[in-house]
Nanobody, 123 residues
Framework: QVQLVESGGGLVQAGGSLRLSCVAS????????MGWFRQAPGKEREFVAG????????DYVDSVRGRFTISRDNAKNTVYLQMNSLKPEDTAAYYC????????????????WGQGTQVTVSS
């Protein structure tokens, strides 16, 4: 049974930073691409960032490219999302997920999701 537990969300002013963490258990973490999605009230869930199993390849939605950085520590079974220059439109619940490939992850069709962590950016 795969478990994904996110943490690090909170309330921050526009221009501020937060770092989200997601700890995985139950699978060979290092074999999977990992990533982050977000969902704002009244909107569909969207892909934010993904990283390959090796950490060599990363992918970002255009709206966060240059502001967010995804990374992973396979020894700690943890994936991170460093979020800088936050904007009010980044406000959402952020979810961690995994899939066998980065391409598959981006499709958002994984069976494995965390419970989410709320990020609120005030203007």
């Amino acid at each position: 049974q795969v478990q994904l537990v996110e943490s690090g969300g909170g309330l921050v002013q526009a221009g501020g930073s937060l770092r989200l963490s997601c700890v995985a258990s139950g699978r060979t973490f290092s074999s999977y691409a990992m990533g982050w999605f977000r969902q704002a009230p009244g909107k569909e869930r969207e892909f934010v960032a993904g990283i390959s199993w090796s950490g060599v390849s990363t992918d970002y939605v255009d709206s966060v490219r240059g502001r967010f950085t995804i990374s992973r520590d396979n020894a700690k079974n943890t994936v991170y999302l460093q979020m800088n220059s936050l904007k009010p439109e980044d406000t959402a619940a952020y979810y961690c997920s995994l899939d066998s490939t980065l391409f598959g992850l981006r499709l958002g069709q994984s069976d494995y999701w965390g419970q989410g962590t709320q990020v609120t950016v005030s203007s």
